[in-house]
């Protein structure tokens, strides 16, 4: 894909994080990549949501590394739309990407979003071609949307 990066173009990717240690450095090096192509500069903003493993050791070590990586280290679990929210407010730039630490929103895609939005949109976003979920959580989601159904009139 061919996709010039603009000079006044600035994105900021923003991923909530909990418990990613498995998965950060390998998040941190692909976006590093995608985000370079396609943006004069940017920022990686990494929010840690209370994780119970050596994540917020990976984000600080890579935040002392690369001065284009901030970390967020919130002080108890607020869960992953309140962590995405903080890292949306602490943003720079006003081109926000947001990613999961689990590397199920491709960072190579950042571009495909971006062709989107140089469209004239407001607000892009992916959809999966395969659902990830389990039957579980395809089950849950189905009955919330059944006990969430406006009752008729």
Known sequence: MDFEIKADRGISAVC???????????????????LSLVAAEYEIVFVNDQSSDKSWKIIASLAAQDPRVHGIDLMRNYGQHNALLCGIRAARFDTIVTLDDDLQHPPEEIAKLLERLDEGYDVVYGTPKKQQSGWTRALASKAVRLDTRSPKM
């Open 16 to 34: 909530p994080v909990f418990n990613g240690e498995a998965s950060l450095g390998e998040l941190y090096h692909r976006l590093v990549s995608a």
